[in-house]
């Protein structure tokens, strides 16, 4: 079996080190920040030094497709981080489109909800426990390759240097996040041809963590995601009786950027969302507010062309292609490109890397590339709606009125609700949901409502108002 070092401890690199690791691969996992995470979760939360996951305390919810794809590939998993205190949650219980019982097949919006230390400080017991060597305080500082002569087209990566010297393997895997220096590393290996497609603009993340005085969530009945004019909010729940509160603002909106780090300014933007008292009267958790900012999609180019630019190493998650947290789909991606990786790896082996490269490229691009394509979009028209909405005036595309008519539908129709959600969730025969009769007839009746409507929410100059006083 081959050698593999996977580049980043967080969770993509965690995931994927144990799917690699379960086939039989001797597995390293190399990470810069120094620390592990203590066992103990509330430990893990106050005291973990963590500089390269600058949003290890910021809001985290797994998609239901990740927890469908984490039971049924890496179960253990699962079990570990229930046993650390994640909390099974079902993405449809609390909506209020619900309207009645979860129906038998209501498993399937399941996920794990949890603060992310949690669920890493899990996953790096079971990986070690597994066999999984993971070497903390190692700087990777590129790619070695030792051989004499001309190098191999494509070039082929030997192995990774690091602060700690020369680390030789058979493939080397970068789950390193958004963060990635990998162009930059294949630059300096002679590989000029990476480029990156990137939004010129995102979204950026303001939130705080709250414990309940009594351990359960301030309602039974509360949207996870609301998207209010030129203001989004996720309310999301965790594990030990805590939750978050994000705030959701576009990255350009410097204004608002600069009062929303005020918790008081922050707190009364947060009040501008119906039954929002309740959440703000739990005891906060975190030191002020927790900030991500200036996110936009980006991609990069490894896989677009028929040839591999380089063999011997590949980018996994986040390290490929970066999504807006809004929509959270950083994790399950990033287990569905490790599957990707470890089934490349049955079928070809190492022995011819660039059909290892290959074949892997073309998992990407036939699963994944559409998924990022769909969520590109998704970040285009909802800055264009928050932009519309400032200026005073309804955003007008066809395509998206019919996305807004159809949010609308899923707060009062439980078939809507749950067509709306398999979506958002990645979950298989999601299209077949949205195109059922009832629901587009529903949603067709919905449209001219739509077309001048402005979204519901505070003008901006209200907003403005609302976090100055």
Known sequence: MARIVVLGAALGGLQTALLLAADGHDVTVLERDPHPAPHDPDSAWSRWTRPGVPHLRLTHLPLARWMQLAEDQLPELVRQMTAAGAERTNVVAPEPGLRGRLRAD?????????????????????????????????????????????PPRPPHVTGVETSEGTVTADLVVDCTGRRSRLPSWLRDFGVREVSEESGRRGFAYYGRYFRSP???????????????????????????????????????DRELRTLLRDERAWSAAVRLFPGADAWLAGR?????????????????????????????????????????????????????????????????????????????????????????RQTTSYTRHRLAEMDAHAAGRPYDHPGWRRARALAHLARHDPDALRAERAAAHLLPGAAEALHAPVVAAAVDRLLPEFERRMPPGPARADVLKAVAE
């Open 284 to 372: 906060p958790i975190t030191d002020g507010v927790q900030i991500m900012g200036g996110l936009t999609d980006r991609k990069r180019n490894l896989y677009d062309a028929e040839q591999p630019l380089v063999t011997g190493v590949v980018a996994v998650g986040d390290a490929w292609a970066y999504t807006a947290p809004t929509v959270g789909r950083g994790l399950a991606m990033s287990l569905e490109h490790g599957l990707a990786l470890r089934n490349a790896l049955r079928e070809t082996g190492l022995t011819d890397p660039v059909d290892l490269v290959t074949r892997f490229a073309a998992a990407t691009n036939a699963d994944l590339a559409r998924i990022y």
């Open 214 to 252: 009594d351990g359960a969530l301030p309602a039974t009945a509360f949207p996870l995601v609301v998207e209010h004019g030129s203001l989004g909010l996720l309310r999301i729940p965790a594990d030990h009786g805590t939750y978050s509160l994000c705030l959701i603002i576009r990255s350009d």
């Open 106 to 150: 209501d498993a399937r919006f399941d996920t794990l909800a949890a603060r992310r230390p949690l669920l890493e400080s899990a996953a790096t017991r079971l990986a070690e426990a597994t066999g999984v060597h993971i070497r903390r305080g190692v700087v990777c500082r590129g790619f070695s390759d030792p051989r004499d002569g001309r």
